[in-house]
C-alpha cells in the first residue's frame, strides 16, 4: 500500500516560517504530480500547490510569494516552505499525489499560526 507522511507542523507566531515534509513509500518518480492541500476548520479543502514529476509547480493564488514547493526525489520527498505566516495559515496540510487513476492522501499536519 502506498502511504505518504507529513510532517513539520507546529505552532509559530506571525511572521514566522515552517517547512512541512511529505515522505513516500515508494519512488516519486511513479507519481505524476504531488501536491499540498490544506483545510481549515469549517472551510473547504482548497489546494495549496502542486509539483510535476518534471518539477513544474503551480500555486494558488494566496500562496504566491510566500510559499514555495520542492521534490528531493532521492529521499523520496517533498515539501512545503512556507514564509511569512499569518493567522489564516491555519489548517491542517496535506499531502496528495497523483497515482494512475487514483489520488494518495496522506494524514495531514497541523499548523497553527498565533497573532
Known amino acids: 500500500q502506498v502511504r505518504l507522511e507529513e510532517s513539520g507542523g507546529g505552532l509559530v507566531q506571525a511572521g514566522e516560517s515552517l517547512r512541512l515534509s511529505c515522505t513516500a513509500s515508494?519512488?516519486?518518480?511513479?507519481?505524476?504530480?504531488m501536491a499540498w492541500y490544506r483545510q481549515a476548520p469549517g472551510k473547504q479543502r482548497e489546494l495549496v500547490g502542486k509539483?510535476?514529476?518534471?518539477?513544474?509547480?503551480d500555486y494558488a493564488d494566496f500562496a504566491k510569494g510566500r510559499f514555495a514547493i520542492s521534490r528531493d526525489n532521492a529521499r523520496n520527498s517533498v515539501y512545503l516552505q512556507m514564509n511569512n505566516l499569518t493567522p489564516e495559515d491555519t489548517a491542517v496540510y496535506l499531502c496528495a499525489a497523483a497515482l494512475g487513476s487514483e489520488s494518495v492522501w496522506g494524514q495531514g499536519t497541523q499548523v497553527t499560526v498565533s497573532s
Open positions: 515508494i519512488n516519486i518518480f511513479s507519481f505524476k504530480a
Open positions: 509539483i510535476s514529476a518534471g518539477s513544474m509547480r
